[in-house]
Structures are given as structure tokens and as C-alpha cells.
């Protein structure tokens, strides 16, 4: 046991891309730029719900907070990926990995519930029209969001504490751009059992019923729009639902091709490829969406515009 403390890592080296030092400087100013965007982006979203009367109303209320998990998972990990990059790989401490695993973490598990939240706001709102202020009211959108945030803090505290707790003796290379759990756990000595065995529990609150409330709620509301009689009515209906509908797509196709999907002769480079999808695109795609046929953050980045910028 002795032994065992005394050759405990301290600190994780981090491999990154290896490839020419040209290629290297390209992606640390590709994904400096992207990283910029995406914090301008969804700030500004964040911004605009915040001040804009036109955007109070739940839908945006939940958007806003997508905004807020998406720059806190891109600063989880872009600064210390282009530090990578930069220095050809880089140290980690263990406490730091840890963080980063538990914010990165958060994020993902709290988009995963948000998305499911917005799913309901769609199902009432096109399902339950008459009723829909009286049920998404402020307070209760409020206290959804909240619970979201609180629900993926507590779950993935669990998860980290266990994943920490692992006796880790070396090597302590690690073959990827972020602390991530399955590269982790390779250089794990002790037994991973306990570990996995939460993967698979944590996933039903996290994964499987988010995913359930968001299917069934799109099928009530695919069923309630072909009722509807004008095409006109449809198209209206199905456009309320689209922004959600596509972010929903590719969120879980990002976490499915990362995780579920068998990795069996999947190289380090293709696993990293992978990860950026969901740390660096999704946050990326995100304001796109939301933002590009949306006649209301359109009018109200007009009137921010008009009223801050022109005199």
C-alpha cells in the first residue's frame, strides 16, 4: 500500500494532436476563432433574452440557459486544448483533470435535461394551446431550469467523486485533447467495476428519460399537428418546433457516436475527432440555430443595435 501512495499520479500529460507543427498552429487558431465565436454568440443570446420584453417568455427563458451551459462547457475546455496545441501537449494536474471532468460533465448531463424541459414547453404549447400561460408561468419555467442545474451538479458530483477515487499509478500519458472519462479510465490500476456500474445507472436519469419525455412529447405532437386541417396551420406548427428539433438531432447524434457507438477500431484520432463534436460544434451550432430564422431575436438584436450603437 505504501508503494502503491508513493507512485500515485499527481498530474496527467495530455498528447493531443500529433501531428506537424504548421497543422498544429492552423487548429490552435481555427478553434481560437471558433472558441471566440461561440462565446460572442451565445453571450449575445443570453443577453438579448435578458433585456428584451419581446424574448420574456419560456421558450427563451430555456434557450438563454442552453447559452449559459454551452460557454460554460466551451471554457471547460477550448484554453486548455489550446494550450495543447501550442505546446505540442501539456501537463494537467489531477485536481485540475478532475474539475474539468466534473464542469464538463455538469454541462452535458444539464443539456441533457434542458432539452427534455423544451420538449415539454413544445408539447403544451402546441398540445394544450389554452392552457399553456397558465402552465409554463415564470415561476414554474424558473424553477424547471433550477432544477435542471441542480439535478446534474448533485448526479455528476457522484460520478467524479468515483471516478477520482480510482487509483491511478501509471503511465500517466494521456492520448487525448481533454479530460475525458474513457481515456481516463485506461490508465486506472485498480478495478473499474464500481465505475462502470454507475455509467450504466446514471445513465437512465440522464440519457434515457430525457430521452423518453423528449420522443413521446414529439410524437403527441406530430399526431396534434396532422390533425390540424390547413397545411398552412401544419407548416406554422412544425416551424415552432424546428430550431428545438434540430439541436435535439444533433446533440444526441454527437453523444451517441462518441459513446454508444462501438469503438472497436476506433483510432485516438478519430475518438478526439469525435470529441470535438459535442465540446466545440454543438456550442458552435446552437446560437446558428436558434438565431438564423428567428424573426424575434432578429427584432430584438435590431433594438439592442439601435439603441447602444447608433446615435
Not at 39 to 48: A, D, R, V
Not at 113 to 118: N, R, S
Not at 140 to 168: E, H, P, R
Not at 253 to 264: G, L
Request: hydrophobic share 50%.
Amino acid at each position: 500500500m505504501q508503494q502503491k501512495n508513493q507512485t500515485r499520479v499527481t498530474e496527467f500529460f495530455f498528447l493531443g494532436f500529433q501531428v506537424s507543427q504548421t497543422l498544429r498552429l492552423f487548429l490552435f487558431c481555427l478553434f481560437l476563432v471558433v472558441y471566440f465565436l461561440i462565446i460572442c454568440g451565445n453571450l449575445l443570446i443570453f443577453i438579448l433574452v435578458s433585456t428584451s420584453k419581446i424574448l420574456h417568455t419560456p421558450m427563451y427563458l430555456f434557450i438563454s440557459q442552453l447559452s449559459i451551459s454551452d460557454i460554460l462547457l466551451i471554457s471547460d475546455i477550448v484554453p486548455s486544448m489550446l494550450h495543447i496545441l501550442l505546446n505540442n501537449g501539456a501537463t494537467m494536474s489531477f485536481i485540475r483533470c478532475m474539475t474539468q471532468f466534473y464542469i464538463f460533465c455538469v454541462s452535458e448531463a444539464f443539456e441533457c435535461f434542458l432539452l427534455a424541459v423544451m420538449s415539454y414547453d413544445r408539447y403544451v404549447a402546441i398540445c394544450n394551446p389554452l392552457h399553456y400561460p397558465s402552465i409554463m408561468t415564470s415561476r414554474y419555467c424558473f424553477i424547471l431550469a433550477i432544477n435542471c442545474w441542480l439535478v446534474g451538479l448533485s448526479i455528476m458530483l457522484i460520478y467524479t467523486i468515483t471516478a477520482a477515487k480510482q487509483d491511478y499509478c501509471g503511465p500517466n500519458i494521456i492520448d487525448h485533447v481533454f479530460c475525458d472519462l474513457v481515456p481516463l479510465l485506461e490508465l486506472a490500476c485498480s478495478n473499474t467495476f464500481l465505475i462502470d456500474l454507475e455509467v450504466y445507472l446514471l445513465s437512465i436519469p440522464v440519457v434515457f428519460i430525457p430521452t423518453t419525455i423528449i420522443v413521446v412529447s414529439y410524437t403527441y405532437i406530430v399526431l396534434t399537428v396532422l390533425r390540424i386541417p390547413s397545411s398552412t396551420g401544419r407548416q406554422k406548427a412544425f416551424s415552432t418546433c424546428s430550431s428545438h428539433l434540430t439541436v435535439v438531432s444533433i446533440y444526441y447524434w454527437t453523444i451517441f457516436s462518441v459513446y454508444v457507438v462501438p469503438t472497436k477500431g476506433r483510432t485516438h484520432t478519430m475518438s478526439k475527432v469525435l470529441s470535438l463534436l459535442y465540446t466545440v460544434f454543438t456550442p458552435l451550432a446552437n446560437p446558428i440555430i436558434y438565431s438564423l430564422r428567428n424573426k424575434d431575436i432578429k427584432k430584438a438584436a435590431q433594438e439592442l443595435f439601435h439603441k447602444y450603437v447608433i446615435w
